[in-house]
């Protein structure tokens, strides 16, 4: 069973910066695409941003030139960092990762962690 754990939300003023980390492990099979979600309050679950295992990077538009995500294999970690935080940037933010089992991939998902931003 493939666990991710969020880890480095908080609360930051606009402007701020915060950088989250998720950690997966259990997995034997190869972990393909990662991802961080996030989910403002009263809303629904969105994308930020994607990581494929060879480092190709794709973004939500409203976090182009302030977020990056970025991947570290050896320690099944992908990062986020979130630099000019908006009060919109308010959400829990979850991990997401895709594993290849055979013939399927499974989805797993992380237990989320909140960020929340003052103005």
């Known amino acids: ?11 930051v003023q606009a402007g701020g910066s915060l950088r ?3 950690v997966a492990s259990g997995s034997v099979f190869p ?11 009263g ?4 994308l ?5 295992n060879g480092g190709a990077t794709n973004y939500e538009d409203s976090v182009k030139g302030r977020f990056t995500i970025s991947r570290d294999n050896a320690k099944n ?5 979130m630099n000019d ?3 919109e940037d308010t959400a ?4 997401k990762a895709d594993v290849k089992k055979l013939l399927q991939t499974v989805v797993y998902w992380g237990q989320g962690t909140q960020v929340a931003v003052s103005s």
């Open 1 to 11: 069973q493939v666990q991710l754990v969020e880890s480095g939300g908080g609360l």
């Open 20 to 22: 989250l980390s998720c």
């Open 31 to 41: 972990i393909n695409t990662m991802a961080w979600y996030r989910q403002p309050p």
């Open 43 to 46: 809303k629904q679950r969105e």
């Open 48 to 52: 930020v941003a994607t990581i494929t």
């Open 77 to 81: 970690t992908i990062y986020l960092q």
């Open 85 to 87: 935080l908006k009060p």
């Open 92 to 95: 829990v933010y979850y991990c």
